[in-house]
């Protein structure tokens, strides 16, 4: 207690001065019996935050990775990397991978610029407030409750196909949902007509924190007004970019709800993703190994993307 | 510091202790009650639980539990789930524990060997030989309901697939029932002309795709498809090709409902006249009724004809089953009740309930349509097929069911579906023979 004490004295207090002194020495560590205290009490309060992600995550995510260096056989043999290598065997699969890479662009870059182009043109317009109503509503929806409403519109005899054929359009016709890619197309346009919502919020949140003064600044500069959005908005509403894109990419990796729905990954498997897949595998086609082997690849996935992506966007930001 | 201002300083951890305390009571509450047996399927007097996944049942299996207490002294009480894919996977896993249900409706064939190859299940074979020995059953069909030897379930239901059709639809276009495949074809043109879609073919759900190929493979030679089935031939082969080539050929001259339609329109489809045949199961009938059609006036239904004129008469038939969890909380009553669920008193009501065929062939339907048809499979000795869904391991049918839905789709060409159909069955009959060994 005493060392305490004299440490935590301003050197100056003992009356000599300061710079003849040694540097004071940092605060020594707090006396073991109180840190030990310390340090169980913020264990405790940590814990069952740390527990219920070890419970409820980790361990499922262990065993998950576990299950998937077994066969789907009855016995369950180990199998090495057997169920790893239906990614280089399976059809069904190589096209999961290839939709997935579609929904990820989709997701990420139709929200994006619909998000961003709604932003801005609603921003100072008159009926901005009922426009933003318009695009933000289908967010509040569930995914499911969208996917009913799109069967409805995209089945061969859904509305689609009744305008078309109503307004003399009726060569366009077509089973919307039958024939690969078009049918991962017209679910990644349904799944931006939802999610380009959240989009227009964030980036409305961050077109109002932009100060006035750097665009009457660029207006004194003469810039005109794409000049302006290109090289003083734009900039300024990186942050809100790097959490939509995040968001957007993440969600493109996981879409599972809207294509069960509409197609439940059919005609056959062609319109698969990942999570899709994932689910067929395990309780359709009765392969939990093979199911289990998918859910680690979508992980590493997931997580690789939004490690890489968010590194490097938070990096250059210095935030 | 003022007594008040001590006790004004202490008050907020004492609330924050208090709120904590009754968190963690709340939660061990809900653990606690968690843990226990679940309402749902714990013991209760006079009844046993049934597992469901079609909540639309649940009346009759209350009034034909009604006509089962009088018998044994239990009733029936229905536990719905009406996601098949979750109902599958909740059934599997209570098994193993002791919440399961006292009864498991299931499918017959390889879906019922799976679930008792993985234990838990109670071994009727007496049950069933009590049947047999009464005539309430079809002795043949035991296969469908055994494994190694053993049976585990016993019909909880036994439905045809036949095409239905709208007799006033027929009626206004000069069309009878047809007898032939000839006379088939003749009526697919009529309608056609007549703006009608022939066919209702549909891959939504995933399973309506095997519809059409049992139906044409059975159509085009009967033992064929038992072969198949079995895994003792190929899915290359000249039968398999020529069914596939009609079904191809009825897709391209436009006969067929385009592949996303949706079954559940079937039966308004046929009343508005804008699908003219529907290859459906029995137990669609009463799905006839509910939009205003009545049987024998509104709507027939006759089996489709075989391909070339000499080929053996042959019906597929969908059974589903009830079994029994060796681990049920009311076993004893579970086992009195599938003891006497085939009795005729019991099955009278259930059937009338269903409108459909019952389990027991001494129980006549009481759907004129259902009881015609009943009739016509005696006369003309069809042979009774197991619908393609629990004819072939698990995992063989739903791989396959995926090509189909791909070839309805036109993403594959018959030979090409073919193919890939015989790849997976080389693949999973191997495993399922291996898992046996």
Do not use: H, I
């Given at each position: 207690m005493s060392t305490r004490t004299t440490d935590r004295r301003s050197p100056a207090a003992d009356g000599?001065?300061?710079?003849?002194?040694p540097a004071p020495a940092r605060p020594?560590?707090?006396r073991t019996g109180s840190g030990t205290r310390e340090r169980l009490t913020a264990g405790m309060f940590l814990a069952p935050a740390v527990l219920l992600v070890a419970l409820f995550l980790l361990a499922p995510f262990g065993w998950t990775v576990h299950r998937s260096?077994?066969?789907?056989?009855?016995?369950?043999?180990?199998?090495?990397?057997e169920n790893y290598a239906l990614f280089a065997s399976d059809p069904a699969l190589t096209r999961s991978v290839q939709n997935t890479l579609m929904w990820v662009v989709g997701t990420v870059v139709l929200p994006f610029v619909l998000g961003l182009a709604i932003a801005c043109m609603t921003?100072?317009?008159?009926l901005s407030r009922f426009a933003r109503l318009c695009v933000v509503?289908?967010?509040?929806?569930?995914g499911s409750a969208v996917a009913v409403v799109w069967n409805f519109m995209l089945t061969t005899d859904g509305a689609v196909n009744q305008v078309l054929t109503n307004v003399g359009?009726?060569?366009?016709?077509?089973?919307?949902?039958?024939t690969w890619p078009g049918n991962t197309v017209v679910m990644i346009l349904a799944n931006a007509w939802q999610a380009t919502g959240v989009a227009v919020i964030l980036f409305l949140v961050g077109l109002r924190s932009i100060p006035p003064e750097t665009l009457e600044a660029g207006a004194l500069d003469g810039a005109n007004g794409w000049q302006q959005f290109r090289h003083v908005v734009l900039p300024q509403l990186r942050p809100v970019s790097i959490i939509v894109i995040g968001m957007s990419l993440v969600n493109g990796l996981k879409s599972f709800d809207l294509i069960w729905v509409l197609t439940q990954g059919g005609p056959?498997?062609?319109?698969?993703t990942l999570a899709v897949s994932m689910y067929n595998e395990t309780f359709?086609?009765?392969r939990p190994g093979a199911g289990a082997a998918i859910a680690v690849v979508l992980t590493v996935i997931v997580l690789a993307a939004s490690w890489f992506y968010l590194r490097r966007q938070l990096d250059v930001k210095g935030v | 510091m003022s007594a008040s201002g001590r006790t004004g300083s202490a008050a907020p951890p004492l609330a924050r202790r208090r709120l904590l305390a009754g968190a963690a009571a709340g939660a061990a509450a809900l653990a606690a009650g968690g843990c226990a047996r679940g309402a749902s399927t714990s013991a209760q007097p006079g009844t046993t639980s049934i597992s469901n996944d079609?909540?639309?049942?649940d009346d009759g299996y209350r009034a034909a539990g009604r006509e089962l207490k009088k018998h044994t002294g239990y009733a029936l009480r229905p536990l719905s789930n009406p996601s098949v894919t979750s109902y599958q996977q909740v059934v599997q896993m209570t098994?193993?524990?002791?919440?399961?249900?006292d009864l498991v409706k299931w499918a017959s064939g390889y879906q019922l060997k799976r679930l008792a190859r993985a234990g838990g299940l109670t071994d009727l074979t007496p049950v069933w030989d009590a049947y047999a020995d009464r005539g309430?059953?079809?002795?043949?069909?035991r296969d469908a309901f055994a494994y190694r030897g053993k049976v585990y379930g016993v019909p909880l239901y036994e439905s045809y697939y036949v095409l239905f059709y709208s007799k006033p639809v027929f009626a206004k276009l000069g069309?009878?029932?047809?007898?032939s495949w000839d006379a088939l074809l003749h009526c697919a043109e009529v309608l056609k002309r007549n703006g009608i879609t022939p066919f209702l073919a549909s891959q939504v759900g995933g399973w309506p795709a095997i519809e059409w190929f049992q139906e044409l493979v059975s159509k085009t030679d009967p033992g064929f498809y038992q072969r198949l089935v079995d895994g003792e031939?190929?899915?290359?082969?000249e039968p398999a090709r020529r069914a596939m080539d009609v079904w191809h050929d009825f897709m391209r001259k436009g006969?067929?409902?385009?592949?996303?339609?949706?079954?559940?329109?079937g039966p308004g489809a046929l009343k508005e006249g804008t699908v003219g045949l529907f290859l459906h199961g029995t137990w669609q009938a009463s799905g006839m009724s509910a939009v205003g059609m009545e049987p024998g006036s509104g709507y027939g239904a006759f089996l489709l004809p075989t391909l070339r004129p000499g080929t053996p008469r042959s019906v597929i038939a969908e059974s589903g089953v009830f079994a029994v969890p060796?681990?049920?909380?009311?076993h004893d009553a579970a086992m009195a009740n599938v003891g006497a669920w085939l009795d005729p008193s019991v099955q009278r009501v259930w059937s009338d309930f269903l409108q459909d065929s019952s389990a027991n062939p001494k129980v006549r339907a009481s759907n004129p349509v259902v009881a015609g048809l009943q009739r016509d499979i005696a006369r003309d000795r069809a042979r009774a097929l197991v619908r393609y869904w629990e004819a072939s391991p698990p995992s063989l049918v739903q791989g396959n069911t995926n090509d189909l839905g791909g070839f309805m789709a036109g993403q594959t060409s018959p030979a090409e579906t073919l193919r890939r159909m015989q790849e997976r069955a080389g693949d999973e009959w191997a495993a399922w023979k291996k898992d046996e060994a």
């Open positions: 000599a001065p300061a710079a003849d002194r020594a560590p707090a260096f077994f066969s789907d056989t009855r016995t369950s043999p180990f199998s090495w990397f921003d100072a317009s008159r509503l289908p967010y509040a929806l569930s359009l009726g060569s366009f016709a077509q089973g919307w949902l039958l056959g498997r062609a319109t698969e359709l086609e009765l | 079609n909540a639309t049942w098994l193993q524990t002791s919440k399961s249900s309430w059953v079809r002795r043949a069909s069309l009878s029932v047809p007898g031939a190929s899915y290359t082969d006969w067929m409902t385009a592949p996303d339609f949706d079954q559940a329109r060796s681990r049920a909380s009311s």
